[in-house]
């Protein structure tokens, strides 16, 4: 217990912030590589900035499917998916002072893509372990999906051209951060490890609530400053497109790496919140086609139901 106290605690809830930051750092060099290669908002939201903010998941679960731990790594993509769908949106919109627009085909058809990749973890419920098939399947719907949004065409009318000298500096710095942020998610993977075995707790939870919100930070700070901007096809691309990329990319590589076995009671209990803010999200992006501060509101309470539930608070409804 004094391990956790003097030594693991400290480390992840450092890791995690400088994590915040430098990936807001790695953001404002995408965007800058975004102006140059012209993409559409949605396309930059998806197929960049979702992919950037999805990097801590990444490298967190790329790291404990190498060492054995599949519960730590399916817990970490499944609980990033709820919070990005729930309270990252949720206090996106009550930050941003904005009431989101979901309007357009483009919209409703990340949400289609998000309900199906959704359904996937079901089959690791089914098998109990991640394998390489499961992960190549995963890896060729990422990059259909990706290939289907990118031809979405439009660019971002606000954006100014970028000088070459700035899009190879913006490329530079983009390598390096990235390489940073793969070191602190090792020291991520060790401290959430030996704070599950010092309280008994599953790896599986601690995957799905400290550092699949801590991950998640990343998305927050996007999205907010796109909903600012009133870039709505680029926050949605990015928040929708981020929860793709975890099960579809991530999952994907972390079942190419690990044969480990998952705790099977654990990924049920946190699929039934996947699901249900999948269709929440469904729901208005089709009839509401609106997020107000009423709605933001009902997705921060799914999240806090689910972290309670997590942490073993049953409620009585």
Same mark, same amino acid.
């Given at each position: 217990?004094r391990?956790?106290i003097?030594?693991?605690?400290?480390i992840l809830?450092?890791?995690?912030? &400088?994590? %915040? !930051?430098?990936?807001?750092? +790695? @953001?404002?060099? &995408?965007l800058?590589?975004s102006?140059g290669l012209?993409l559409s908002? $949605?396309?930059? %939201?998806?197929?960049?900035?979702s992919?950037?903010?999805s990097?801590p998941?990444l490298?967190?679960?790329?790291?404990?499917?190498?060492?054995?731990?599949g519960?730590?790594?399916?817990?970490?993509?499944?609980?990033s998916?709820v919070?990005?769908?729930t309270v990252?949106?949720g206090l996106?919109?009550f930050?941003?002072?904005?009431?989101?627009?979901?309007?357009?085909?483009?919209q409703?058809?990340?949400v289609?893509?998000?309900?199906i990749s959704s359904?996937i973890p079901?089959f690791i &419920?089914q098998?109990?372990?991640l394998s390489?098939?499961l992960?190549?399947?995963?890896l060729i719907l990422?990059?259909?999906?990706?290939?289907? &949004?990118?031809r979405?065409?439009?660019r971002?009318?606000?954006?100014? *051209?970028?000088k *070459?000298? #700035?899009f190879?500096?913006? %490329?530079? =710095?983009f390598?390096v951060?990235?390489?940073?942020?793969?070191l602190?998610? =090792?020291f991520v993977v #060790?401290s959430? +490890?030996?704070?599950a075995?010092?309280f008994g707790?599953?790896? /599986?939870i601690?995957g799905?609530t400290v550092?699949?919100?801590?991950?998640s930070?990343p998305e927050?700070a996007?999205? +907010?400053?796109a909903l600012r901007?009133?870039?709505? %096809?680029?926050?949605?691309?990015n @928040?929708?497109g981020?929860c793709?990329?975890n099960?579809?990319? +991530?999952l994907g590589?972390?079942s190419?790496?690990?044969? /480990?076995e998952?705790?099977?009671?654990?990924?049920?209990n946190i699929m039934f919140?996947?699901l249900?803010s999948?269709?929440? $999200?469904?729901y208005l992006?089709s009839a509401?086609?609106?997020?107000?501060? *009423?709605?933001?509101?009902?997705?921060?309470?799914?999240y806090i !139901?689910?972290v309670?539930q997590?942490i073993?608070?049953?409620l009585?409804f």
């Amino acid at each position: 217990m004094r391990t956790l106290i003097y030594y693991s605690v400290p480390i992840l809830a450092f890791s995690l912030v &400088v994590i %915040g !930051l430098l990936s807001d750092r +790695i @953001i404002r060099y &995408v965007l800058v590589i975004s102006k140059g290669l012209g993409l559409s908002d $949605m396309a930059a %939201g998806f197929v960049l900035l979702s992919v950037v903010t999805s990097l801590p998941e990444l490298s967190v679960s790329a790291f404990a499917a190498i060492s054995g731990e599949g519960g730590l790594a399916v817990g970490n993509v499944l609980g990033s998916n709820v919070a990005n769908l729930t309270v990252i949106i949720g206090l996106a919109v009550f930050f941003s002072k904005t009431i989101v627009s979901l309007k357009g085909e483009s919209q409703k058809e990340l949400v289609q893509f998000l309900f199906i990749s959704s359904i996937i973890p079901l089959f690791i &419920v089914q098998r109990g372990t991640l394998s390489p098939v499961l992960g190549l399947v995963l890896l060729i719907l990422f990059g259909y999906f990706s290939f289907v &949004v990118s031809r979405k065409t439009g660019r971002i009318e606000s954006l100014e *051209k970028v000088k *070459k000298g #700035d899009f190879a500096l913006a %490329g530079l =710095k983009f390598t390096v951060s990235i390489i940073l942020l793969i070191l602190l998610s =090792k020291f991520v993977v #060790d401290s959430a +490890i030996d704070i599950a075995d010092s309280f008994g707790l599953s790896a /599986s939870i601690i995957g799905a609530t400290v550092i699949g919100l801590g991950t998640s930070l990343p998305e927050l700070a996007t999205t +907010i400053q796109a909903l600012r901007q009133r870039l709505f %096809g680029m926050a949605l691309g990015n @928040i929708f497109g981020s929860c793709i990329t975890n099960v579809t990319l +991530i999952l994907g590589v972390s079942s190419l790496l690990s044969f /480990s076995e998952v705790n099977v009671l654990a990924v049920e209990n946190i699929m039934f919140y996947v699901l249900l803010s999948s269709l929440t $999200m469904w729901y208005l992006v089709s009839a509401s086609e609106h997020i107000n501060k *009423k709605a933001a509101s009902v997705l921060c309470s799914i999240y806090i !139901l689910f972290v309670l539930q997590q942490i073993g608070v049953h409620l009585l409804f």
